[in-house]
């Protein structure tokens, strides 16, 4: 299992995730790979971090800040899950060593505790083969 290229080198990526119902839900987020899956991080009380608790499928395709799919992008099926403390951690770092503002909010939450708002890390996996 690996990290497709395409998504390694996207800014963002629009991650799919279902509801009960299967209906689709596409929501753009920041990513890393962390070894040999691609991590992103959330809100802890996020529509999508609830939607993985129950369904693991997922599909991601590059797109931009606001979710618009990049021309010729291709669709990725997955596996997604919510990461453990101790994964959160390696997943946050990896997600720090490619965006900058993700250091700065690292820094802060060190500053004012206020802004240390609960969130968690989140998992996709993807087949052998991709």
Do not use: Q
């Amino acid at each position: 299992m690996s990290v497709p290229a395409e998504l390694a080198a996207a800014k963002y990526v629009s991650l799919v995730t279902y509801r009960r119902s299967g209906v689709a839900v596409a929501t753009p987020v920041w990513l890393a790979v962390d070894g040999e899956r691609l991590v992103a991080w959330s809100d802890a009380h996020a529509g999508k971090v609830k939607r993985l608790r129950h369904t693991s499928r997922v599909s991601v395709r590059a797109c931009d800040v606001r979710g618009r799919i990049a021309a010729g992008a291709g669709t990725y099926e997955g596996t997604g899950r919510v990461l453990d403390e101790a994964e959160g951690r390696a997943a946050r770092r990896a997600l720090a060593r490619k965006y900058v503002l993700v250091r700065l909010t690292d820094l802060m939450r060190r500053v004012v505790p206020r802004t240390n708002r609960p969130g968690v890390a989140l998992a996709v996996e993807f087949p052998a083969g991709v």
